[in-house]
């Protein structure tokens, strides 16, 4: 349940002729289930194969082909469902949602309108330090993809491409909770984060593994209240839909702008139809698609070639007992055993392979210093270059030895960087480089005190300068560590420095 130290966030508020506007956000999250097969064939769901070769004959829709369910797209919608804190449902049921288009072979689409496999759930997502929205999860239903169209490779012709026909979704369906494009966007993150540490869908959203349907309408302040208090939904605007958003950016851009345009209309005196609509990126606004279809529209009805889903607890229980540690158990976990800050901590566990890249690095070390390495230089590296953790020259056991270097004050923090530098173009084992090229800080006493006597003897006008402001002694410092090489330890350095100038 919800966190109760966390404030819930404002809502979005957008000024009008007339006065305030509140927005009123739900969300429909359509994940592709990471699996090989197909929902209803053993056809392949591997992304980017040539038109048409992932194609089985049930996904064609040849007379006499029956569906088979795929037992593992369940197991994986349950995994969800158990991490979205959620109501598993023992029964649930296909159904067929009726309509023609020309990459749906089947003229109908297999769904779960009346009873789907998960029930309620929630999803806290955090939008600041001690700032946070639960979002409800109204359902999760599984269904099967369409094709697609392709319309750019003739003038004159359109081209089918159904080699996604088939591939298995979990149609994650929010309550309209969400108050704004920015908690719009970080939920998706959230959700995203969630999917990825449980392994149901790996999220790509460039592939179309993971794409948003968004609600939005707008209602004066007050009525959202009135809603939360009756579940009346006369009390909210009427909504539109924004179909198959794949972009956090363009999320937010679309929201905005479909606020803005609601608002328009009811200020003029109009009246905002319940349609879908779409957004167009190269003009920053959304166009009518079409009415906004209702469940009649579709024919609904029980599938006749899938019998109920009928699962015991006991396996529920299985796939329970399997599940990982996720996103906010883990960076609870991080704070208290490697005393990181909840910024370093959100870092860190934004990924999953992040998190168990630092965590080897931390493992038997000191948490704020692998922690600092992991984030600051070998992301901030990452970033520059353009690489994945995957790929990162810099493996984690090496920069777990860089930080050995340093807890044991075998070298300096500006050694560790060069260390790090020889690390990313040269690779090798830290400890043998550092021993190989004369890399260890200078602990010697009695040398870094001649170096200092040298540096205060040749300048005994910025010494008077010193002394008269103490915090230039750092000038002092600076030319110690560099006529050492940077070998000196620099807390020996400062600590002579302030001694021998009397500060």
Known sequence: MLDLSYEAPKPKVISGATGDWELVIGMEIHAQISTQAKLFSGASTTFGAEPNSNVSFVDAAMPGMLPVVNEFCLEQAVRTGLG??????????????????????????????????????????????????????????????????IHDMDPNMSFIDINRTGVPLMEIVSRPDIRGPEEAAAYVLKLRQILRYLGTCDGNMQNGNLRADVNVSVCRPGQYEKYQATQDFGHLGTRCEIKNMNSMRFIQQAIDYEARRQIAILEDGGKVDQETRLYDPDKGETRSMRSKEEAQDYRYFPDPDLLPLEIEQGWVDDIEATMPELPDAKKTRFMADFGLTDYDANVLTAELEHAGFFEAVAKGRDGKIAANWVINELFGRLNKEGLSIDASPVSAQQLGGVVDLISSQVISGKLAKDLF???????????????????????????????????????????????????????????VMKSTGGKANPAAVNALVMAKLGL
Not at 91 to 106: G, I, L, V
Not at 428 to 456: H, L, N, S, W
């Open 421 to 479: 530098e020889i690390l990313w173009t040269e690779g090798g084992d830290p400890a043998q480089i550092v021993e190989d090229r004369g890399m260890k800080q200078v602990t010697d006493t009695g040398a870094i005190e001649a170096a200092v006597d040298e540096i205060i003897a040749a300048n005994p006008a910025q010494v008077e300068k010193a002394k008269q402001n103490p915090k230039l002694a750092g000038w002092f410092v600076g030319q």
């Open 84 to 149: 979205l804190k959620a109501q598993i449902n023992l029964r649930s049921a296909f159904d067929r949602k009726n309509y023609f288009y020309p990459d749906n072979p089947q003229g109908y689409q297999i769904s779960q309108l009346y009873h789907p496999i998960v029930g309620e759930g929630e999803v806290l997502v955090e939008l600041g330090a001690g700032v946070a929205r639960l979002v409800r999860i109204e359902r999760i239903h599984v269904e099967q993809d369409a094709g697609k169209s």
